[in-house]
């Protein structure tokens, strides 16, 4: 697809101004001053939870987690697929074109709009007992764009069976791993109860952390415990929005991540508690959360967010009409008044995602919110 500028790049490492690009796929469009980038991953949310927006607000963590939790047992498998559809929707409208989802009813997707989605086991509480048989039963069926990916709620809700569990699996396996890691002081005040150990340490001496490690949240991570991350090339996850609305922050060690060559992904984390899927908005507040935390603003831009790239994926962005620069004016404008940009196409793997009209899935999945809603007594 030939897109006709004059365009502004922003690939990876590079910021360059040229008359037009050539896309993956068919067509052509014009889009005069506009801006490409790779497309976004959202390497952290719980999609379903979609049903879950806006429900409970200015609650500290504790109550919040409490009260969704009783919302959630009002869900019931319908439900839950149709939050998945809602939210795969909401993300491929926000420019993500790769989601990592931990939630139940994994299996239950059967669409992915064409964005990679990585879902799977998920172990929380008691349940999901022999995870490497789901798994692979998961693996047999998964439906395209699914890449089935293991996940584990924390380390304070898991007993140590089925940690010891899923560290085997991950010794026989190259698989994906996500875990909510020291995302609260008190998780952390718990694991060191229980363990006697910082959270990372523990799951290095149960061997959870490997290459395919993406620790989510790190707000209240010692400088140790990231010397065991880079050790082993475990990533972390940046979830700024979140963590801020739910007043859990800690202080994510972005610079000190970065000085030990660790990956940091960026993640939306639920409409629960977000309440949008937009990455690109996030990173944003993540720029702005560094500089502010670390009294220093010189560290901090586009170099630095480049992990939230998925570079299999391309999204095409119309500046509002007044913004008329070009080059690295223009990407910082995008970085810190996102608001002002629009999504005029995606791509990933040479497919158009966007745009498209809206699939039927995501029309029942709306209706579906809407009773669900009206059963819980809120409409
Ligand atoms: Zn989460």
């Known amino acids: 697809m030939l897109v006709r500028g004059p365009l502004t790049l922003w690939l990876g490492e590079r910021i360059e101004v040229v008359k037009e690009f050539e896309l993956p796929g068919e067509g052509d469009l014009s889009c005069p001053n ?14 379903p939870m979609a049903f879950l927006r806006g429900l409970v607000s200015e609650k500290n963590f504790w109550d919040w987690l409490r009260e969704i939790q009783e919302l959630e047992a009002l869900m019931d498998d319908k439900d839950v697929e149709a939050g998945y559809y809602l939210g795969l929707w909401e993300n491929l409208l926000a420019g993500n074109s790769t989601v990592y989802s931990m939630y139940r009813g994994y299996d239950l997707v059967r669409n992915t709009f064409g964005l990679e989605l990585h879902i799977g086991p998920i172990s929380f509480r008691e349940a999901e007992r022999d995870v490497s048989s789901l798994l ?43 875990i909510h890691t020291s995302e609260t002081k008190e998780e952390v005040l718990e694991v060191k109860r229980r363990f006697g150990q910082y959270p990372v340490r523990v799951m290095e001496a149960l061997g959870l952390i490997t290459s395919k490690t ?14 065991i991350a880079a050790r082993h090339g475990a990533s972390l ?9 739910l007043a859990i922050h800690g202080f994510f060690p972005w610079k000190e991540a970065e000085e030990r060559g660790i990956r940091v992904l960026f993640g939306t984390d639920s409409q629960a508690s977000n309440d949008g899927q937009s990455v690109l908005h996030d990173l944003r507040l993540a720029l702005l959360f560094a500089k502010d935390r ?6 901090f831009g586009w170099r630095n967010v480049v992990g939230a790239f998925d ?52 029309k029942k999945a709306k209706r579906r919110w809407i009773r669900f809603l009206e059963r819980i007594g809120l409409l």
């Open 34 to 47: 506009c801006l490409l980038t790779h497309s976004f991953i959202n390497a952290h949310t719980h999609l």
């Open 294 to 299: 670390y009294w220093d603003a010189e560290p």
């Open 311 to 362: 570079r299999g994926g391309f999204a095409l962005w119309k500046p509002n009409s007044f913004l008329t620069l070009h080059g690295k004016p223009l990407v910082n404008q995008f970085l810190y008044a996102p608001h002002l940009f629009k999504l005029r196409l995606l791509i990933k793997n040479g497919r158009l995602l966007y745009p498209r009209k809206t699939p039927p899935e995501v």
């Open 136 to 178: 692979e039963k998961f693996e047999r069926r998964a439906p395209p764009g699914v890449v089935p990916t293991l996940f584990a709620h924390s380390l304070y809700t898991l007993p140590l069976e089925r940690l010891r569990e899923i560290a085997q699996i991950l010794g026989e396996r190259d698989i994906e791993f996500q």
């Open 237 to 245: 996850v940046h979830v700024p929005a979140s963590n801020a609305r």
């Open 214 to 227: 993406m620790l989510v949240h790190a707000g209240w991570i010692t400088k140790g415990e990231l010397d």
